[in-house]
Structures are given as C-alpha cells and as structure tokens.
C-alpha cells in the first residue's frame, strides 16, 4: 500500500499546504481519503488520473474535506470523459450534500447525464463494511459538520490504514487505531485548545494508547507547523504535500 499526501493543510491553507485529500495505491486498486476543494490541483501536479480512482472515501461534511468532489465530477464529465465506475463513500447525507453543493457553484451540474455509474455508499458506524476493493470501518468522533463526523479504519491488500479525520481526542479512537499499520491523526493545534480539534498536548500522551505501527500528523495550523519538531522527536511522521508513505 502507497499513500500520496495530495493535501496535508488545514481548512485556511496554512503553511501553503493544499486541503485534505490522501491517495492510495495497493496492486490494481486506488482510492481517495477525502477530497478537499484542490484536490483535483494535486492529482494534476502528481501526474495521477483521476479515472483510475475508483472509490472515494469522505470522512466528514466540512467543504475543505468534501468539496473537491464537485471538481472531480465535473472533471469527469467535461474533460476525462469517464466511463468507469465511481463510489463515494460517506456519512449520512453525503449524496444530498454533494449535490447541493455542485448546484450552488455549478447550476445545473448535478443533473448531468453522467457516461459512468455513480455510487453513494453511507457508513454504518462501529460496523465494518466491503466498500470498493476495501473493508471500511467508520468510528463516529467529535467534530460538529451537520452529520456524523467519522474516523475511518481502511483495511486492503493485507494492510490497515486508519484516520482520524477532524476531532478532538475521543475514546473511539483506539478501536480505530490499534493494530493499524499506519494511523493519520489530525493535529490542529499546539497547546492552545480549539474546539473539536486535537493538539499536539492532548495527542502526544494518549500515542501509546493508540497502538499503531506508526503516527503520523496532519491538518496543523501555523502554531503546530511552528513546533513540529518537537512531535518528530516523539517518533511520529509530519505530514507535508507530496510526501509519500509505504504502509
């Protein structure tokens, strides 16, 4: 499994990092982890094709982590042409959410006669699902959107991908996290709380608890950004836009 960190940045863009959105490749299969409003930009910047994406998992309703869903529709549509199959997988109103918002930036656009089949897929939480070429397990945490929030335990080609999406530190965590090859944990901020979103003070002595194989932190705001190296010298793995990741 290869993960691409297309987008590592937080909803304002700090640092200049491009807003969420993770590509993963294992043998034949890819799939997205979110796609905020520039990922159809990093997908181009990487040279990757986005018909070969297949799946699309969306952890929460917040536009920097859903939004690029319109882009890459339309994309699909005007300029790939695509033909093949697509799944987006979601919380709860997931497709309602996606189709209201392509209506507001793009009149008319949801009603396109697509040339592929299109799949909305919603999380039964706490409950592994077959979602794609994956098994999807999505972990409900703390983090206002309208809908349930998720944490998201991805399991395919016999590794283990687990996300915290957007939270503060909630219990379900662990259940998502234990085992995992690899756990990608949001980290607004520093040691200033901010609510709904984790710290570096509040994650750093609950690491152990998580029981991955590795950490690694993401979605940090300038005050994080300025005392990253102090998580490095913890043992977790930084995010940066472009890195990529072998599970």
């Not at 990922?39 to 040279?47: E, Q």
């Not at 029981?211 to 793995?237: D, Q, S, Y």
């Amino acid at each position: 499994m290869k993960l691409t960190l297309l987008g590592s940045g937080d909803a304002f863009g700090s640092g200049g990092r491009l807003q969420t959105c993770y590509h993963v490749a294992t043998g034949q299969d890819q799939f997205l982890i979110d796609c905020g409003a520039t990922a159809l930009i990093a997908l181009s910047r990487h040279g990757m094709d986005p018909n070969a994406i297949r799946t699309i998992y969306i952890s929460h309703l917040h536009g920097d982590h859903y939004s690029g869903l319109v882009w890459f529709l339309m994309h699909a549509y005007y300029v790939s042409r695509r033909s093949e199959p697509l799944v987006i997988a979601g919380p709860a109103g997931i497709e309602e959410r996606v189709r209201a918002a392509s209506e507001v930036l793009f009149p008319g656009s949801s009603g396109n006669r697509r040339r592929h089949e299109l799949a909305f897929v919603v999380y039964r939480i706490g409950a592994p699902m077959p979602i794609g070429q994956a098994t999807v397990t999505a972990y409900e945490v703390s983090h206002p959107s309208g809908a349930p929030s998720c944490a998201l335990r991805i399991e395919a080609g016999g590794r283990t991908l687990a996300f915290s999406g957007d939270t503060e530190w909630v219990d379900s965590l662990v259940p998502c996290a234990t085992g995992a090859d690899l756990f990608i944990a949001e980290c607004y901020g520093y040691d200033k709380p901010v609510p709904y979103h984790m710290t570096w003070k509040t994650l750093a002595p609950n690491l152990a608890r998580l029981g991955a194989g590795r950490v690694l932190i993401t979605h940090m705001n300038e005050h994080m950004l300025a005392h990253r190296e102090e998580a490095r010298a913890a043992g977790v793995l930084l995010a940066e836009d472009g890195l990529v990741v072998d599970v």
